[in-house]
C-alpha cells in the first residue's frame, strides 16, 4: 500500500488547514489510521487515530477540540481538519496505517506503513 499526504502549507496563527492521506494500491477501509507529527530532531509524535468503522477517534491532548480526523473509505482517503492552529503545531505530518489492526493506537510502532509526510507551517 502506498500513501500519499497532502494539504500542508504555510497559515497564520489561529487559521486551519485539511491534510488527506491517499491510500493506493490497497484499501485501508478495515484498518485504523492515525496522523503523526515531527520537529527535526524530535520523536515522531502521535496526533490523531481513527478505528477501521471511523466511529471511534483518539487525539493527542495538546490538538483535542482543535484537530477532527476522519475517513472517507469511497474515496481511500484519510483527513485531519485543523483548526486555531498555533506556532506549537508546526511539523511534518505523517499519515499511517495499520495493515493488521481496525483499533486506534497511540504508538507509532503500531503502525506499518507510511506516507511520505506533509509540511505545515504555522507563524506567529
Known amino acids: 500500500v502506498q500513501l500519499q499526504a497532502s494539504g500542508g502549507g504555510l497559515v497564520q496563527t489561529g487559521g486551519s488547514l485539511r491534510l488527506s492521506c491517499a491510500a493506493s494500491?490497497?484499501?485501508?477501509?478495515?484498518?485504523?489510521v492515525g496522523w503523526f507529527r515531527q520537529i527535526p530532531g524530535k520523536d515522531r509524535d502521535f496526533v490523531a487515530s481513527i478505528d477501521w468503522s471511523g466511529g471511534t477517534a483518539a487525539y493527542a491532548d495538546s490538538v483535542k477540540g482543535r484537530f477532527t480526523i476522519s475517513r472517507d473509505d469511497a474515496k481511500n482517503t484519510v483527513y485531519l481538519q485543523m483548526n486555531s492552529l498555533k506556532p506549537e503545531d508546526t511539523a511534518v505530518y505523517y499519515c499511517a496505517v495499520r495493515l493488521y489492526s481496525g483499533s486506534y493506537s497511540y504508538t507509532r510502532y503500531a503502525y506499518g506503513y507510511w506516507g511520505q509526510g506533509t509540511l505545515v507551517t504555522v507563524s506567529s
Open positions: 494500491g490497497r484499501t485501508f477501509s478495515s484498518y485504523a
